[in-house]
């Protein structure tokens, strides 16, 4: 009785996050991303050479508790940059078909200007802690900007369920799989429980540290493993160069393929692709807020450029090679999908090294995203019961993380994945009302504080 129970619910969550994502999630964050590139006249196009400007500049960071834009991006790129780039834009190519890509690329170039809201939001309404240190997000603007701290709360809550104790088993676990095509019976023999001891001490080396810890470890681990994953990919893509321009052909003619779309919309290339662009980019969704919200700036509008990179780098660089990774070398009618499809694709020119070279990425992006989500969950943890809280989040956050590793738990999942999608409600709320505020601070940047900067002011 208590299988099939379990059975069901499973298969009732599955079908609710299914219709959240497919009716409400992928409409709601289309829309507000489109309103945003309207209201800010295209932002992430006018500002594009601004936003790496911004991202270098060193001199406005004083103090031991300040960090740099730089370091607030690549905590906020450590959450996007996970296995999803690995595995999940296989499943999408694999099941959506090439033209998901364009539909990614899409949601990028609109969402953008979603990051850009949210983290200038986050930067206007941040809180200096008793240290020094700055924290923020999008309860906290829910709060002091809107004030409806029962709204932040509920935001706040959703956060810390989905991504603290959820979406971290779920990493944890891809990690501890990644192992399965090279250890058998590693769920049983061991290796799985070792692995999650060691990424226990290993978060909690990390976590413990607190935000400066956090930062400096994520702004070595995420360029170092990015650059060793984009450089396998061009190396494979240069040297399949004479098949790209049939690879973007597929991109664009399965994108407007009328007849698939409209045969189901629900499972089309284009739902697909924008949930896989927006699950991946995170850009509306309320969480990459937290880590810019800790960067010191001059301006609130400087940080929004910076996290409008994070959305870049994430869909036209990472998920970009991993796609064409995989159509160049022809990989796609393997019959494989997810995270094997993708170390089929690179065997193809490394042989066993391409596959070892794919699980041992996936361990360090999925922990790269682990030290990210846990980032996003203290903040609101402090939000909620304080400081004193934090260091048994951080004992509970270990533990999940341990624990994930061991086995599959699909009704978490599931509950993490509803969750995520209703998290998602408040925060598009709170940007919308406060959409004039933004455009405020936007034009205060264009009209007084650059042509002060010029000035030397």
Request: charged share 10%; aromatic share 16%; with cysteine.
């Amino acid at each position: 009785m208590n299988a099939d129970f379990n059975t069901w619910l499973i298969s009732v969550t599955s079908a609710f996050d299914d219709f959240l994502y497919t009716y409400i999630l992928v409409f709601l964050l289309v829309f507000v991303a489109i309103y945003f590139t309207v209201r800010t006249r295209f932002v992430q196009i006018r500002y594009f050479k601004d936003m790496f400007t911004q991202l270098f500049e060193k001199k406005h960071v004083p103090g031991k508790k300040s960090i740099s834009s730089f370091q607030a991006m690549m905590v906020s790129t450590a959450s996007r940059v996970g296995t999803g780039n690995i595995a999940g834009i296989a499943t999408a190519v694999a099941l959506g078909g090439p033209g998901a890509i364009f539909w990614m690329w899409l949601m990028a170039l609109f969402g953008a200007a979603s990051a850009f809201v949210e983290s200038t939001l986050a930067q206007i309404w941040k809180v200096r802690g008793k240290n020094g240190e700055f924290r923020g997000g999008p309860a906290y603007y829910i709060e002091q900007a809107l004030g409806q701290r029962w709204l932040g709360i509920v935001f706040a809550v959703l956060l810390i369920i989905c991504y603290a104790y959820g979406f971290n088993g779920l990493q944890a676990y891809n990690m501890a799989s990644a192992l399965e095509y090279y250890i058998p019976d590693y769920a049983t023999n061991g290796t799985a429980v070792a692995l999650g001891i060691v990424l226990c001490v290993m978060t909690g080396f990390v976590i413990f540290g607190g935000a400066k810890r956090i930062s400096i470890i994520s702004s070595v681990l995420v360029p170092v493993m990015a650059i060793a994953y984009l450089g396998m990919g061009l190396f494979v893509t240069v040297t399949n160069w004479y098949l790209l321009p049939d690879a973007f052909y597929y991109i664009f003619q399965s994108a407007f393929d009328f007849e698939s779309i409209f045969g189901g919309f629900a499972g089309s290339v284009i739902v697909l692709g924008i949930k896989r662009g927006l699950f991946s980019n995170e850009a509306g969704m309320g969480s990459t807020p937290h880590a810019h919200a800790v960067a010191k700036v001059k301006h609130p509008v400087e940080q929004g450029f910076v996290a409008m990179i994070g959305v870049f780098i994430d869909t036209f660089v990472i998920l970009n090679l991993t796609a064409l990774v995989i159509i160049t070398t022809g990989s796609r009618t393997s019959g494989l999908t997810g995270a094997q499809l993708s170390q089929y694709a690179f065997s193809t020119l490394y042989g066993k090294f391409g596959e070892i070279f794919i699980a041992i990425c996936m361990l360090f992006f999925a922990f790269s995203t682990i030290i990210g989500w846990y980032f996003f969950g203290e903040a609101n943890i402090r939000y909620l019961f304080g400081a004193k809280a934090v260091k048994i989040y951080s004992i509970i956050v270990c533990i999940c993380v341990a624990l994930g590793s061991l086995q599959e738990v699909e009704l978490v999942w599931n509950m993490a994945d509803c969750f995520n999608s209703m998290m998602v409600i408040p925060n598009a709320i709170a940007l919308v009302a406060l959409s004039g505020l933004v455009k405020k601070t936007h034009d205060d940047y264009y009209n007084n504080f650059l042509p002060n900067q010029k000035k030397g002011k």
